[in-house]
Each structure stands twice: as C-alpha cells, then as structure tokens.
C-alpha cells in the first residue's frame, strides 16, 4: 500500500471526525442470527461490550486515543460484513473473480488466509485487500485497503471456540455477506 496514501485517508478519517464522538455503528442483523457461526454471547461480549469501550474510552480521552479510535475504525468494518451462516456460503461476482486472480480457488485462498493468520504473534487482524494480497495488522490500525476484515484476537473466538482459532477461521466464511463485500469493490 502507497503510504502516502494511507497517511492522507488516516488524516481524513481524524478531519471528519474531528470535535466528533467516535461511535460504534449499529448492527443490521440481530445478535443470535450468526449462531452458532459467532454466537450472541461473543456479539454481547465483544460488539456491546468490547468495541464499544474503544469508543467510550476515546470520547473520554482515555488511554491511548489512536490505538482506541483504530479500534473503532476497524470494529466497524468487521461487524458489517456478516449474514446469517450458510454451509454452501460462497464469494461470487466481483469478490470471486479477484480471489481467483490472486489464489485460484476459493478453498486456496481459505488455506492461504488460515496459514497466515496461525503464523501471528498475539493479538492482531488479518485481510484480504482491495487488490487481493492478504495484509495483517498488529493490535490496531487504521488501514485504507480493507475488503475482507478478520478479527484475530482472542476475544473474537475464544467464547465460541475455546483454543481453536483455526476452527473459527474455517468457519467464518458461512457468515461473509460477499452481496456486501461486493458493493465495498463497486465503490
Ligand atoms: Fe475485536
């Protein structure tokens, strides 16, 4: 990514919400319809809770506030991409094509993704970029590429699946709303 680039989004993201609270957008599916995918106690845990205190604690000037507002920024693209789950839950149209450009199947690029992200070092994020590489961001991070959001940390799967990470990364494809994923690269 040209860093130029990513420096003048980052001073957009700050000018636009300049004198302006940081929120947490609301959800446009109800907390248990991703069951049993990511269940509504991880959205009652990690989307009431957990995101919204990065908010809270940015309003409020608490901590370190570009590490609290990336947690915003990056909380908000992960929680819009979901639908509920469907075994035969696949990219089509213009996801697809790009994902076959870059990894042929759907399936390598599901190993490829897994791979990367198992390789991290504690907490962090994983995505798959406008332009098909798959990125990783350390704690957060305000990035300009996103398509694809994984949300890497341990609050994103423990509840649900204990220590197998690896599991919640197979399985987070049924809730991917690629219709959504889709419109983001028609933008
Ligand atoms: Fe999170």
Redesign the pocket.
Known sequence: MDKKANKKLINLFKLSKQNKELSIDKLKYKKDSLNPIMSDDTLNY?YEK??KAYADKYNNNIGDSDFNEA?VF??NI?FKQFTEPKRSNKPFGLSLNLIESKFKTFDDFKKMIKEEAMKIQGSGWIYLSNSGDIKKIKNHQIKNDILVLI?W?E??WALDYEHDKGKYMDNIWQIIDWNFINNKLEN
């Open positions: 990690h957990l995101a947690g990056l909380h992960f949300d940390w609050h994103a």
